[in-house]
């Protein structure tokens, strides 16, 4: 897998809204789909019908509290990916929503931003530094940088990737 970049940038689609479950990220009448391309056509549909014509690969969802909450579901982050979203920033996440995240290769970043950004704003992350940009307005906001083994585990596309990595090492 590629080494995860030090500064991502996109354009945002901002839901400043607490508690965006993972029913609404993907909906559940389309969870017996597991192909990534697939489920983005339905990604955010519930809240935002025109989300996947407006998403663009390497984009940025900015949420605000407890994104992800919920029922424990791998499509959302599948859904997301697929759409061509790149990182999600929240205000904070689902702890099993961050996990799933993690685990699935996915980056999710816990910075509170929703205030500094609109919609179609150019935003850009560096993940070394933990700094936050709104490239739109010059703002800017902290966030603690993605720890070694998380970055480790997106690297290599997720947990399972991981774990198939050590064990060839160790082979």
């Known amino acids: 897998m590629p080494e995860l970049p030090t500064n991502l940038k996109g354009f945002a689609h901002v839901y400043e809204r607490a508690h965006i479950n993972t029913d609404e990220i993907i909906p559940?009448?389309?969870l017996n789909v597991h192909e990534e391309a697939e489920?983005?056509?339905?990604?955010?549909?519930d809240i935002d019908v025109d989300f996947v014509k407006r998403v663009k690969p390497g984009d940025f969802v900015i949420a605000g509290d407890n994104f992800g909450c919920g029922s424990s579901r791998e499509h959302a982050i599948w859904a997301l990916r697929g759409a061509g979203?790149?990182?999600?920033?929240?205000?904070?996440y689902s702890r099993i929503f961050f996990r799933n995240a993690i685990n699935n290769g996915f980056l999710a970043i816990e910075a509170d931003f929703c205030d500094n950004?609109?919609?179609g704003d150019e935003v850009e992350l560096d993940l070394t530094a933990g700094k936050f940009r709104n490239l739109t307005?010059?703002?800017?906001?902290?966030f603690v940088p993605v720890s070694d083994f998380a970055?480790?585990?997106?690297?290599d596309g997720g947990l399972l990737p991981h774990i198939q990595k050590k064990a060839a090492k160790a082979a």
């Open 117 to 119: 950004v609109k919609n």
């Open 151 to 155: 970055r480790e585990l997106i690297e």
């Open 28 to 30: 559940a009448r389309y």
């Open 137 to 142: 307005t010059g703002k800017e906001a902290s």
């Open 39 to 45: 489920l983005a056509k339905y990604a955010m549909e």
């Open 85 to 92: 979203i790149k990182v999600v920033v929240a205000k904070s």
